[in-house]
């Protein structure tokens, strides 16, 4: 907290699910920070239906949150279902894989294919026509979607101008039938980790 400068924190993740042999003791630890009043909101990241039930049957209460890779290709239906049931908020990362310029700056490594780029680059792009219909960047398009879908979206950019498109998402909303159609574009499990998608770990 001194080196934070804070008070309190806002939000507290457990960043992956892991160490099975650990996590209900990591759990344990953030639900003692937040009786004490040092974090406002206790969360996860990359659990799936599995991990949560074992807190669940440990008898502690369940994350308020859990941010997984979300975006039209990896749309995870049955964990977002599951987490709205429990009242867990789905927190959407990697909003912007379908674009082909994808972490190019920052070059980390993903299990992102080559086709997968090639898709993004394609002319006939369904994001780029998005795009051209509402007058927006492809970026704001898949954004835009997230928000639709109620995720909150947390992209990265040190671009100040991306930074700015990455905030104006409200002068426009994608119809029912660009919805509908982005619903069939789900293509399975994340690509941001290079390893896999760590919510199917064990």
Known sequence: M??????YVDLYLIHTP????HRLEQWRALVELKGQSKVRSIGVS???ES?????????????????IELHPWSQKPNLVSYLREEAILPIAYSSLIPLSTWRDVEGQDSAETDQMKADG??????FKLMAEKYGVTESQVLLRWALQKGYPVIPKSTNPQHLRQNIDLFGF??????MAAIATMDRGDGVAWAIGDPSKVA
């Not at 892991?18 to 042999?21: L, R």
């Open 2 to 7: 001194e080196r934070l400068q804070l008070d």
């Open 18 to 21: 892991f160490n099975p042999e």
């Open 46 to 48: 990359n659990f799936n």
């Open 51 to 67: 991990h949560i039930e074992e807190i669940v049957a440990a008898g502690f209460p369940v994350p308020e949150t859990n941010q």
């Open 121 to 126: 680059r394609q002319e006939d792009s369904p």
């Open 173 to 178: 909303t994608l119809d029912e039938e660009d």
